[in-house]
């Protein structure tokens, strides 16, 4: 079980891109519009009446992305495949959308007259600095990077999460307790039939553990489930036991189990997964609702300066935009 967990969680961060891409800023499903050549060099996206986005801010996302996927994978990640795409080009395109979603957002924010108040514009501060104290002299000369350019992505990034947190305060979306819900199992699995063995064991009185760390190759038992995270005859099997109950032989995805509930209704974590859904779903509808918006926008975008950039070539920066602006905006 343990094994297949940290098999889908791999798979869920190659193919979806949620964690590492977009951690910090949620709303990063962007349309890209209109494209257009022949801005300067060093510019990468314009819209009217909002600063340009430069260069050295995809190069900050980049380096973002870089560290944390070659720590988890290794140098060699940007040569697999996501479909016809090599997996850089798929991350690229992750980033790209992202700048061009946070301008659309900065467009919306000031029709809205939504703006940064006072504190909000001391944390920009604060942020730059916490992040520019961490480059090299060589890292600033090689990258561009300067605080000015610094302010400005910040403050971009932190007007999207407001008008974010503006746009969705008000939507009517309810999760019920019991989709939420999170229980307690402890299981005994096995490829083959001889779980009736092991079922006939347990009810003759031999200890439900003691079987367990006999059948489960990988020594683990114990396991808190959410809805959505196995087929759907172990989840209806192990959501219908009430904690003690004990199920019979369920056969899921090939392999057969024997669960027994040790709690039913876990209210704490029941809580922050009610929570997570929550914010999933207005995620979604936010993305619904502005795609939208964000279609009647004209935006220029520079693909001659695009296509010069590359994850694999990019700075590994003393700093990282994703923890300091979770540090300063994260909620």
Same mark, same amino acid.
């Given at each position: 079980?343990?094994?297949?967990?940290?098999?889908?969680?791999?798979?869920?961060? /190659?193919?979806?891109?949620?964690?590492?891409?977009? $951690?910090?800023?949620?709303?990063?499903?962007?349309?890209?519009?209109?494209?257009?050549?022949?801005?300067?060099?060093?510019?990468?996206?314009?819209?009217?009446?909002? @600063?340009?986005?430069?260069? *050295?801010?995809?190069?900050? !996302?980049?380096?973002?992305? @870089? =560290?944390?996927?070659?720590?988890?994978? $290794?140098?060699?990640?940007?040569?697999?495949? /996501?479909?016809?795409?090599?997996?850089?080009?798929?991350? @690229? &395109?992750?980033? =790209?959308?992202?700048?061009?979603?946070?301008?659309?957002?900065?467009?919306?924010?000031?029709?809205?007259?939504?703006?940064?108040?006072?504190?909000?514009?001391?944390?920009?501060?604060?942020?730059?600095?916490?992040?520019?104290?961490?480059?090299?002299?060589?890292?600033?000369?090689?990258?561009?990077?300067?605080?000015?350019?610094?302010?400005?992505?910040?403050?971009?990034?932190?007007?999207?999460?407001? !008008?974010? #947190?503006?746009?969705?305060?008000?939507? &009517?979306?309810?999760?019920?307790?019991?989709?939420?819900?999170? /229980?307690?199992?402890?299981?005994?699995?096995? #490829?083959?039939?001889?779980?009736?063995?092991?079922?006939?064991?347990?009810?003759? $009185?031999?200890?439900?553990?003691?079987?367990? @760390?006999?059948?489960?190759?990988?020594?683990?038992?114990?396991?808190?489930?959410?809805?959505?995270?196995?087929?759907?005859?172990?989840?209806?099997?192990?959501?219908?036991?009430?904690?003690?109950?004990?199920?019979?032989?369920?056969?899921?995805?090939?392999?057969?189990?024997?669960?027994? *509930?040790?709690?039913?209704?876990? =209210?704490?974590?029941?809580?922050?997964?009610?929570?997570?859904?929550?914010?999933?779903?207005?995620?979604?509808?936010?993305?619904? &609702?502005?795609?939208?918006?964000?279609?009647?926008?004209?935006?220029?975008?520079?693909?001659?300066?695009?296509?010069?950039?590359?994850?694999?070539?990019?700075?590994?920066?003393?700093?990282?935009?994703?923890?300091?602006?979770?540090?300063?905006?994260?909620?």
């Amino acid at each position: 079980m343990k094994r297949r967990k940290k098999t889908f969680i791999i798979l869920a961060v /190659i193919l979806v891109v949620v964690l590492l891409v977009a $951690g910090y800023i949620k709303f990063f499903n962007g349309r890209l519009i209109y494209f257009t050549t022949g801005m300067k060099s060093g510019e990468l996206i314009k819209t009217a009446g909002q @600063k340009t986005t430069n260069t *050295c801010e995809a190069d900050i !996302l980049m380096s973002d992305v @870089k =560290k944390e996927y070659e720590e988890m994978f $290794g140098s060699n990640i940007w040569r697999e495949k /996501i479909g016809d795409a090599d997996f850089e080009s798929y991350i @690229k &395109d992750q980033i =790209k959308s992202k700048l061009m979603r946070v301008k659309a957002m900065n467009v919306k924010a000031k029709e809205r007259g939504v703006v940064l108040g006072r504190e909000e514009k001391d944390s920009v501060g604060k942020a730059v600095d916490a992040f520019y104290n961490e480059l090299t002299e060589s890292q600033i000369s090689s990258t561009g990077i300067t605080k000015d350019k610094l302010n400005t992505m910040f403050t971009e990034f932190a007007i999207a999460q407001k !008008l974010y #947190d503006d746009l969705t305060s008000s939507m &009517d979306i309810e999760v019920s307790a019991d989709e939420a819900r999170v /229980i307690d199992i402890q299981y005994i699995v096995s #490829d083959s039939e001889e779980d009736i063995k092991a079922y006939n064991l347990v009810n003759s $009185g031999s200890s439900f553990f003691a079987v367990a @760390k006999e059948y489960n190759a990988d020594g683990e038992y114990e396991y808190e489930l959410k809805r959505g995270e196995m087929d759907a005859a172990f989840e209806k099997a192990a959501f219908n036991l009430s904690t003690g109950e004990m199920s019979s032989i369920v056969e899921s995805a090939g392999r057969y189990y024997i669960i027994r *509930c040790t709690s039913d209704n876990d =209210k704490a974590k029941t809580e922050v997964n009610k929570s997570a859904i929550l914010e999933k779903r207005k995620l979604e509808q936010f993305n619904t &609702d502005f795609e939208k918006y964000e279609a009647g926008i004209y935006m220029e975008f520079n693909n001659s300066e695009w296509k010069k950039l590359s994850i694999q070539d990019a700075y590994t920066l003393g700093s990282s935009f994703e923890d300091i602006f979770n540090a300063y905006f994260g909620k």
